[in-house]
């Protein structure tokens, strides 16, 4: 706030003998949240972070009037740092389904949504998630639009046209989230008429993660009050090899007395991308341009997932001269390819030793 912060005039306030009984509720963003020792320091009965669900400050503001006065929105280890963000306590009790094919797009995924307060379990494609749903009702389903054997649209009208004559006996309607590398006009039209519920595009950012599963909750576990969601994102634009609002976004990944998830994911990184631009510059000389193009795809959402937006967008040049049967070109973006990649791992070595 103008002139001071929140913290300083919650101290403030609990310094004041008058004052000091009021409670507290904190709002803030998701990069300036506060640790539960620093909330127990400082009296702040609750911290709530931005856009805030309507069902949720409720349940935060009957929770701090309660002789209770337990914090409510924030959960950390013993010592203090906050590991977990719950959007709702729902959240824990939320079953949740990841389909992705791409290794580090979805261990990205999967440490962003453990970050929000949920446990998913994964898939690598679209067989795999009729398989599972065979064996759990999931309540959400972030679907990659594009896997193996089987693409996300293509499941999704199988899950909606489920019935008697289906064999996957769905014993609820899950929540599709689509999940596309692409941000063309109709993209999301089409996901919609599909019958799924909702829409992200890589790479995925926690913020627009947060705010869409704020809106699957509001319709699964519907609180008392209807949610009014601003589902804003901060998308950088940059050209540069490297994004910085994409590895700040990793490095806010991270949990004390863990392993780095930027250094974990920068080495599967470049351990996938190594035999991946082998097989490229094989799949050209042998002129198998469809395997080229599937090559391409992958490690375009690898790099997009790690904030390497020259190499992505590469790749998809790449990928879309493949599949138009212009080997010529395509031996060009290759080369540029090659040389991008190694500037990349250059920059990403930089950042792990900041």
């Known amino acids: 706030m103008e002139g001071t912060d929140g913290l300083s005039l919650a101290q403030t306030i609990k310094s004041d003998r008058e004052l000091a009984g009021s409670r507290i509720i904190m709002f803030t963003n998701l990069l300036n949240r506060l640790s539960t020792n620093t909330m127990k320091a400082t009296g702040i009965a609750a911290c709530l972070v931005k856009p805030i669900r309507q069902a949720r400050l409720l349940e935060s503001l009957l929770d701090v009037m309660s002789a209770s006065g337990a914090l409510s929105a924030t959960r950390g280890e013993p010592e203090g740092d906050t590991t977990v963000l719950l959007l709702d ?6 079953r949740l389904l990841l389909a992705e094919d791409n290794a580090v797009n979805q261990r990205v995924a999967l440490k962003q949504l453990k970050k929000l307060g949920f446990s998913a379990d994964a898939v690598s494609n679209g067989s795999e998630v009729l398989a599972a749903l065979q064996r759990i009702p999931y309540d959400i389903i972030i679907m990659d639009c594009q896997m193996p054997e089987m693409d996300g649209y293509e499941v999704t009208k199988r899950i909606r046209q489920s019935g008697s004559e289906s064999y996957i006996h769905l ?11 692409n941000a063309l006009d109709g993209d999301r039209e089409r996901c919609l008429q599909l ?3 909702d829409y992200l595009t890589k790479p995925l950012h926690l913020h627009e993660l947060e705010v869409v599963l704020q809106r699957a909750l509001a319709r699964i576990q519907p609180g008392p009050m209807s949610p009014r969601l601003a589902a804003s994102a901060d998308l950088n634009d940059t050209d540069g090899s490297l994004d910085s609002s994409v590895i700040n976004g990793l490095k806010e990944l991270r949990e004390p007395g863990q392993p780095d998830p930027l250094r974990e994911l920068v080495d599967l990184f470049v351990r996938d991308a190594r035999p991946r631009l082998e097989a490229m510059s094989q799949a050209l000389a042998t002129s198998d341009l469809a395997k080229l193009a599937a ?6 959402g690898s790099a997009s997932n790690l904030g390497a937006r020259r190499l992505a967008q590469l790749c998809a040049s ?14 060009r973006t290759l080369a540029e390819v090659h040389n991008e990649f190694a500037r990349v791992r250059e920059l990403l070595n930089l950042e792990l030793e900041s």
């Open 89 to 94: 306590p729902a959240a824990r009790h939320v």
């Open 171 to 181: 014993r609820s309607a899950p929540y599709i989230i689509a999940l596309t590398a």
């Open 318 to 331: 790449l990928e879309k001269q493949a599949r138009a049967g212009q080997p010529q070109k395509a031996a």
């Open 295 to 300: 090559a391409s795809h992958t490690l375009k």
């Open 195 to 197: 019958g799924m519920n």
